[in-house]
């Protein structure tokens, strides 16, 4: 497959034989995957692919069952939400990590609330909702005149501008993207695309979970295709076009799913 | 530019209104506590009297300290069935202990209640946090046990107040010491839980425990830590009704539980968890404490009371939902 000279250099983020069961079912069959520093990968598949399931292995929400994870070559366990942190992996589900009846800012600190230097387990009140109307100025977005808004009264963009926000703001080797496009407006998809190219632009790696090819293409560097709990597809984007990719996506669903 | 700033300030003029308007609603138990004072003053003028406010005030310490506690599950989105049973079973193990064995210093003797309580709390908080079971199933159980550990370790007597150290007593039974130290205790739960980190991971668990999970906050530890609390408050609670009452009554405790639900829920504490100023349960508190007292001067049967408190959970319960419908009304306008 491509030699891409991304493939030559040591991956950030190696996955080898993901298994996961839940039950009687299995959900990951032994995914292998390879994520380079600054790289794009645009996850794409059906809903019960296991997108979902392997990216909350990598962030520390679900352990896999079998498989091996190493970060820069070196073996790690992502036992929690706080590993992952540790090693930089930063998680960005739509809905799923935010809470209605609190704020903005604490939604944006949430679980990493800034703690005052002079007493200990206060919280930093001041610098939260500093750091918080700053970095939602910086996004362009409404909300940034209201740090202190609770959540459940944000549309369906606005709180996708908030889970872009804490991403943003806690940058780190790698956010994982849920969804990130879906509810927005034309000009939120935009917002969103500028926010992960100015993520490459840190050299930091994005996973960028969608269920349309489109959605992921224009920023993606590699397009990952995962169906029934295969990777079934890996590849370059830069030598396909779109039409050549989405042909290969059906072909290679439909011959995956006959033989399944 | 002129016609942009009249516009602001338009703008500023209505957001004040419906502030001031929000305002009302957060602290609606606030006017509610002293629009009953009133109705109750005028029915029986003798409330109105500074002594018998005192005797309110006084009054409600004990149960203020159990409210306290059922509060912070409500807030954490779990419900303390067993308080009213704690407060109770640690009053009356430590008056046991106190009145038996001799050799415990009496200045010391103030923890008793509060160890017990917390050993309490955390046996809540081990099933229901680690053992992930149901709050409601889990301290329907306890509420059960320890009213019978209760009676056994009483072996069916009240324990007179000359049996237990006059240093164990004073906290319940000085009127001013009582008063203060209540309010010191509310200022320093208001304190923790607004502005420190485990307290506001309190409210991130009562939002949602699942997100609170995906973001690193372990709804198991949290859950624990809130059922730790509530039976600390409940072993206080104890310690102040055994001080209040100058001994320890068999029934010490029966009739804790559904005041500790009326006085939350009509303060505006959330019962979905995730919401809720403990300030403002400081006048749910003395809500209570005006009608007990106003029924105490009518020498209304114990029997009655209860009765009156079931409908009063009823009442907090469809205030507190309708404050909440006009709240979000406006708050989603803006």
Request: net charge positive.
């Amino acid at each position: 497959m491509g030699h891409n000279y991304e493939y030559m250099k040591r991956p950030l983020l190696s996955l080898r034989n993901i298994h996961k069961y839940f039950g009687k079912v299995h959900a990951l069959k032994g995914v292998d995957l390879d994520i380079y520093e600054g790289e794009i990968i645009g996850l794409i598949g059906d809903n019960g692919a296991g997108k979902s399931t392997l990216t909350k292995i990598i962030a520390g929400v679900i352990r896999k069952d079998s498989g091996e994870i190493y970060l820069n070559g070196k073996p790690v366990e992502i036992k929690s939400v706080e590993d992952a942190r540790r090693l930089g992996i930063e998680v960005a589900f739509q809905e799923m990590t935010l809470i209605d009846s609190l704020d903005i800012g604490l939604n944006i600190f949430l679980g990493r609330e800034p703690l005052n230097q002079k007493i200990p387990l206060f919280l930093d009140y001041n610098k939260m909702y500093e750091e918080t109307r700053k970095i939602l100025k910086q996004l362009g977005l409404r909300t940034s005149d209201s740090p202190k808004r609770e959540v459940r009264f944000l549309s369906g963009g606005e709180k996708q501008g908030i889970v872009v926000a804490r991403a943003m703001l806690f940058q780190s080797k790698l956010v994982i993207l849920d969804e990130p496009t879906r509810n927005l407006s034309v000009a939120g998809v935009r917002m969103v695309l500028d926010f992960i190219r100015s993520l490459k632009e840190k050299n930091i790696a994005c996973i960028f979970i969608s269920h349309t090819l489109h959605h992921v293409y224009e920023v993606a560097d590699r397009i990952v295709l995962l169906s029934l709990g295969r990777k079934i597809l890996d590849v370059p984007k830069s030598q396909y076009s779109v039409e050549e990719l989405e042909e290969m996506i059906i072909e290679r669903t439909m011959k995956h799913d006959i033989s399944a | 530019m002129g016609e942009l700033k009249v516009m602001k300030e338009k703008q500023s003029g209505f957001n004040l209104k419906q502030n001031m308007l929000l305002f009302m609603l957060e602290n609606a138990v606030w006017p509610l506590f002293i629009a009953i004072y009133l109705i109750l003053g005028v029915i029986q003028p003798v409330i109105f009297s500074p002594t018998f406010f005192m005797y309110i005030l006084y009054l409600s310490v004990p149960l203020g300290f159990a409210i306290l506690g059922q509060t912070i599950c409500l807030i954490g989105g779990v419900l303390d069935l067993s308080i009213g049973s704690l407060v109770g079973f640690s009053a009356m193990i430590a008056g046991v202990i106190l009145k038996d064995f001799y050799g415990i210093p009496p200045h010391l003797s103030f923890a008793l209640p509060i160890i017990f309580g917390l050993l309490c709390g955390s046996f809540n908080g081990y099933f229901t946090g680690f053992l992930r079971l149901n709050p409601f199933i889990v301290t329907l159980a306890t509420m059960m046990a320890f009213q019978g550990l209760k009676i056994i370790v009483a072996r069916g007597f009240t324990i007179p107040g000359s049996y237990l150290p006059e240093i164990y007593l004073f906290p319940g039974s000085n009127v001013t010491f009582s008063i203060i130290s209540f309010i010191v205790t509310v200022v320093l739960v208001w304190i923790f839980l607004r502005y420190t980190r485990p307290g506001i991971h309190i409210y991130v668990v009562g939002g949602n425990q699942d997100v609170a999970h995906m973001m690193g906050v372990d709804p198991k530890k949290m859950i624990f830590l809130i059922f730790s609390i509530s039976g600390v408050f409940a072993g206080i609670s104890g310690l102040y009704y055994t001080g209040f009452n100058r001994s320890v009554p068999i029934t010490l405790g029966n009739e804790v539980l559904f005041p500790t639900f009326a006085a939350a829920i009509i303060s505006g504490v959330s019962l979905r968890g995730g919401r809720g100023n403990i300030l403002n349960v400081v006048g749910g508190a003395l809500l209570l404490g005006v009608i007990e007292a106003f029924l105490v001067t009518y020498a209304v049967s114990p029997e009655a009371r209860i009765v009156g408190y079931g409908f009063m959970v009823l009442i907090a319960v469809l205030f507190n939902q309708f404050r909440d419908n006009v709240r979000d009304s406006i708050l989603r306008r803006i």
